[in-house]
């Protein structure tokens, strides 16, 4: 089984950037999909970004132009670099591991909290 560890978060000002990571254990995570989730108090967990395994990405709207994934096989780690932080990105956000079976591995989840 896939071991998902989402790190990163914190506290940081509105206009503020943060860099979140999150590491999957196991082989072949080349072959993963890893999408970024994320869950605001009160709200509904929402889709923030997907990276492929062969490096396509794709956002939601509200984070086009900010937020950016990128992948580094080599640490099997996947990034979510984050610029421009809006009170509004503040959530917890989490990490899913999908292989090509369809099998789904999530982590704990990282708080970011974006408040002046």
């Known amino acids: 089984q896939v071991q998902v560890v989402e790190t990163g978060g914190g506290l940081v000002q509105p206009g503020g950037s943060l860099r979140l990571s999150c590491a999957a254990s196991?082989?072949?995570?080349?072959?993963?999909?890893i999408s970024w989730y994320r869950q605001a108090p009160e709200k509904q967990r929402e889709l923030v970004a997907v990276?492929?395994?062969?490096?396509?990405?794709h956002y939601e709207d509200s984070v086009k132009g900010r937020f950016t994934a990128s992948r580094d096989n080599g640490e099997n780690t996947v990034y979510l670099q984050m610029n421009s932080l809006k009170p509004e990105d503040t959530a917890v956000y989490y990490c899913?591991?999908?292989?090509?079976?369809?099998?789904?591995?999530w982590g704990k989840g990282t708080l970011v909290t974006v408040s002046s």
């Open positions: 899913k591991a999908l292989s090509q079976s369809g099998t789904a591995n």
């Open positions: 990276i492929a395994s062969d490096g396509s990405t």
């Open positions: 196991g082989s072949a995570f080349n072959l993963l999909a």
